[in-house]
């Protein structure tokens, strides 16, 4: 009976633990799909690794922009003259440190507005460059004046804030580079005036900054070089894309033949707004007692006193090199840096003033095909006024092509033979980029998520990471005066310069005489 | 979760799944964040539209805000994860699953005339994958399972 009862008690017993048992197993009845999770997560990872490793076999980058450093609180300071205060003017002060105030004041009332606008601290955190302005010139009485209360705010302020002294207000340039405490000018004239002006600043022992195009005349431009190199001044040409971040990215890749022989690089300049076409605004004070007229025409050719003239001065040719000048020669000096490009040996070019029919006499299309024999490719430059559609910059391989704006990305050509082995095993997908670069981001990687593809093409990825932008101006005016304390050469030198005024100048020539156009580099003449 | 709930064994075996499932997708759009060095919300967040807009980019905004997001998110994201697949303090995993799907949701609802940059792998008026998981966790929420089936089965013992 006992042993019954023991019986039964061991059966209960080992009911409950069974019961127990099921008991255990059911709460633990998941665990094996969190295992199934992880061996699944890390076959993920070991494909993706291979992907990668597998691209990276093919791609390797891994230069910076080279880092400048911060300019020393004893470093020597730089005396400065500011030379035309329009339109670029103003923002090459602002670069340099010199904001007006009321720029300064509208920066603060949109970071009250919005808190995502942070234009003001970023300008406030713009490192301080070390330099003074001593004098300034603009043939407008405003302008003047503006010159000289951005000058004055030396403590970044709005209108409330305490100005230092004016600089002196010189009448003509050529006083302002008679002045001894003056060491360098920034030059941000109409085109006819960039040479005249770089000549006489050069001939002054003056070290120059000066907007792009080099020059407005052909015979000007031997004249400029030769200025600049007899002298030995420091002369920076204002292409800011210089310090573009992936430009130095896409040089390298280039350098690394990533894209296998190139052939044909397409750039183009997209606008559609009035303020795109030059239409820019008049500015009511503006009359001829307010403005030096005579002194605006220089060497142009005479012409009645006129504010369209005077303000939308790059819509004639009597004072600008049109799109050439203003916007190709942005798009030529990025393919110089990155491709060595040179001077090509043709240019033609066609276009006419489809749009703006508003009396001016420059294009507002334009397209020019450059030809490089000796490098076996051609240079498309094509230019609308009159639409955004975006046709972005391509530099086109036999193995793969770039795209490139302040993002880049490579992608592989379904016709490459050096990926052809890697596209048939699927590790390559056309579709995708297999580079891609966004600024600010710290490590290259070959594979990224679509999502992430989506958001840094709109650029909206990183722009607020740590709060700052780089403003790609204010670096190149910084190259340039690091240049001049240290007497070496900056990056958009006198040479780089001549090749742009050249090229740019052969696609104007073959624009207006309207036939094909050669460089002889012998004689180094166009003909 | 006051009286446990009777089910037959097909029903508690797919509330068991579903949960399974929507903690999966969880853990693993958690781990895709940690395992990536580069990945932050602040594409996400700024391309935040409708009303609540103002308030996403305004985290984006600023780097500590942004920070502590995108902590939360990442962590959030493989603790939800975890607890609805093992079934481990089941009720803070759901509330917090159903709250981080209302911010995704309430961040890029697609209502009529919204665009954007994110692409989307389907066509939705209103309705969306995100609202559809959310409303599948609030049911979860109203049929536990994890006392039955995970490890609250230890946790709770004393009150089952």
Known sequence: ????????????????????????????????????????????????????????????????????????????????????FGIRGPQLARSAGFAHPEYIESLQKSAMENSNDKRYSNYLEQEDLNVVVNGICDVFDVHAENAQKAAANINREGKSGKLASFPKRYKTYKELLKADDIDAVIIASPDHWHGPMTIDAANAGKHVYCEKPLTWTVPETYEVVRAVKENNIVFQLGHQGRQ?????????????????????????????????AWVYPI???????????????????????SLERFFRWRCWWDYSTGLSGDLLTHEYDAMNQILNLGIPQTAVSSGGIYYFKDGRTVPDVLHTVFEYPEK?????YSATLASNKRRGRVIMGHDAYMELGSTMNIYADSGSDRYRDKIEKGIIDTNLPIYSFVPGR????????????????????????????????????????????????????????????????MGTIAFKENRKVFWDADKQQII | M????????????????????????????????????????????????????????????????????????????????????????????????????AFYYLSHPPFIGLKYAMPTEGSYLIVNKILIELFALVVLYLFPSSRQIGLDKFLFKAKS
């Open chain 2, 2 to 101: 006051k009286k446990t709930l009777q089910y037959s064994n097909a029903q508690l075996s797919m509330l068991v799944v579903l949960r399974v499932l929507i903690g999966w997708h969880f853990l693993y759009e958690g781990f895709v964040k940690l395992l990536n060095p580069n990945w932050s919300s602040v594409g996400y967040l700024l391309d935040s539209e409708g009303f609540l807009s103002g308030f996403f980019e305004t985290i984006a905004s600023n780097p500590n805000s942004l920070a502590v997001a995108d902590f939360l998110n990442m962590w959030g994201l493989i603790a939800i994860g975890l607890g609805l697949m093992l079934g481990c303090l089941t009720r803070v995993a759901i509330i917090s699953g159903i709250t981080l799907l």
């Open chain 1, 244 to 276: 573009t971040e992936s430009y130095f990215k896409a040089k390298e890749a280039i350098e690394n033949d990533f894209l296998g022989k190139v052939s044909l690089i397409e750039v183009t300049t997209n606008r559609n707004d009035p303020n795109g």
């Open chain 1, 1 to 84: 009976m006992s042993e019954n009862i023991e019986n039964k008690n061991i059966q209960k017993n080992e009911d409950t633990k069974k019961l127990n048992r099921r008991e255990v197993l059911k709460g633990l009845a998941t665990l094996p799909v969190v295992g199934a999770f992880f061996y699944s997560l890390y076959k993920k990872k070991q494909y993706d690794s291979f992907l990668k490793s597998s691209l990276l076999e093919e791609i390797k980058i891994s230069g910076e922009a080279p880092v400048m450093p911060k300019t020393t609180a004893n470093s020597k300071q730089i005396r400065l003259g500011l030379i035309g």
């Open chain 1, 442 to 505: 710290k490590d290259v990687d070959a594979v990224t998520s679509p999502t992430e593809q989506y958001f840094a093409g709109r650029g909206l990825l990183y722009t607020y990471r740590g709060g700052k932008r780089v403003n790609t101006t204010h670096l190149h005016i910084k190259d340039w005066l690091e240049c001049i304390r240290e007497n070496r050469q900056p990056s958009c030198n006198i040479d780089e310069a001549f090749d742009e005024a050249i090229t740019a100048h």
């Open chain 1, 283 to 305: 500015h009511p004070d503006a009359n001829p007692s307010t403005i030096d007229w005579q002194q605006f025409i220089g060497q142009a050719p005479q012409h009645e006193f």
């Open chain 1, 376 to 380: 076996d490719l051609t240079m498309m």
